[in-house]
C-alpha cells in the first residue's frame, strides 16, 4: 500500500507510544506528513529525531482546548493542509464506584471523551476550511460495549466516544468529513503493561479471547488507516471493533486483582 497517503497530512495525538507512534509509522510509510501531538516531549523529540521532516510534533495535552487548537494550527502551518486525524490518546485511573475519587473520574472521563471531543472540533474546523474533506478516526475501547471492574469512569468515557463519533459523522458529512471509530480489544503497550504484570491476569485474559493473544499496536494501527483510507471512502459513523473475537466471550472479574 505504499503512497496511499502521498500528499495528505494527518495529525495523531497519543502519537509518541502505543497505538499512535503505530498509527505514525504507518502513515509515514504510506507516504503521509505527520503532526504528533503528545504530552510526552522526551519521546516526541526521539520520535522526530528518527522520522526526519516527514513528521512534525506538538507537545499537547489534548484535554485543553487551546492546546488541540495550536496542534492542529502548527500542522496547518508546517504542512500546508489537513486531511486525517486520528484521535487516540487515552488512559484510565482505575478506582471503585464507591471508594474511587472524584478527581479520578473525571480525569479519565476528560481524557478519553473530552479529548476525542476537542480533537475532533479542531481537525474538521481545519478540513471545512481547506475544503478538500476529510477522514477522522477515534480509538474508542471495547470497554465501549464491555464494562471492566474498577474503571467505570473509562469505559463509560469510551463508550461516550464511540456515541460521539456517530454524532460527529453526521454533523460533518456535509463537509465531507468522515469520523468513524475503532474499538481495540487487549493491547501491549506502555499503558497495559503494569495490568499485564499482575501475576495471572495476562493467562485469565488470554483464556477469553479467541484469537489467544493480546494485539501488538500494528494490530490497531492498520484498522485505523484503512478507515481513514480511500478504500473506506463510503464508510462514515460506524465502530469496528478489533479484538481477536473477545467481545463475543466475556471479561475478567478484574476485583480479583486489583
Given at each position: ?192 503493561a503494569p495490568l499485564l504484570a ?61
Open positions: 500500500m505504499s503512497g496511499r497517503f502521498e500528499g495528505q497530512v494527518a495529525l495523531v495525538t497519543g502519537g509518541a507510544s502505543g497505538i499512535g507512534a503505530a498509527i505514525v509509522a504507518r502513515l509515514l510509510d504510506e507516504g503521509a506528513r505527520v503532526l504528533a501531538a503528545d504530552i510526552n516531549a522526551d519521546a516526541l523529540a526521539e520520535a522526530e529525531a528518527k522520522a526526519g521532516a516527514e513528521l512534525a510534533t506538538a507537545v499537547a495535552d489534548v484535554t485543553v482546548d487551546d492546546r488541540m487548537r495550536d496542534a492542529v494550527a502548527a500542522a496547518v502551518s508546517r504542512f500546508g493542509r489537513l486531511d486525517l486525524a486520528f484521535n487516540v490518546a487515552g488512559a484510565a485511573r482505575f478506582g471503585s464506584i464507591l471508594d474511587g475519587t472524584v478527581e479520578d473520574w473525571s480525569a479519565t472521563v476528560d481524557l478519553v471523551l473530552k479529548g476525542t471531543y476537542l480533537g475532533t472540533r479542531h481537525a474538521a474546523r481545519a478540513m471545512r476550511e481547506g475544503g478538500r474533506g476529510g477522514a477522522i478516526v477515534n480509538v474508542s475501547s471495547l470497554n465501549a460495549h464491555v464494562p471492566l471492574w474498577g474503571a467505570s469512569s473509562y469505559a463509560a468515557g469510551k463508550a461516550g466516544a464511540e456515541n460521539f463519533t456517530k454524532g460527529a459523522a453526521l454533523e460533518l458529512a456535509e463537509h465531507r468529513i468522515r469520523v468513524n471509530a475503532v474499538l481495540p480489544g487487549l493491547v501491549e503497550t506502555p499503558l497495559t499482575i501475576p495471572g491476569l495476562r493467562e485469565d485474559y488470554l483464556r477469553r479471547i479467541p484469537l489467544a493473544r493480546a494485539a501488538d499496536p500494528d494490530d490497531i494501527a492498520g484498522p485505523c488507516v484503512y478507515l481513514a483510507s480511500d478504500d473506506a471512502r463510503y464508510i462514515t459513523g460506524t465502530s469496528l471493533v478489533v479484538d481477536g473475537g473477545w467481545e463475543i466471550t466475556n471479561y475478567p472479574d478484574l476485583s480479583r486483582y486489583l
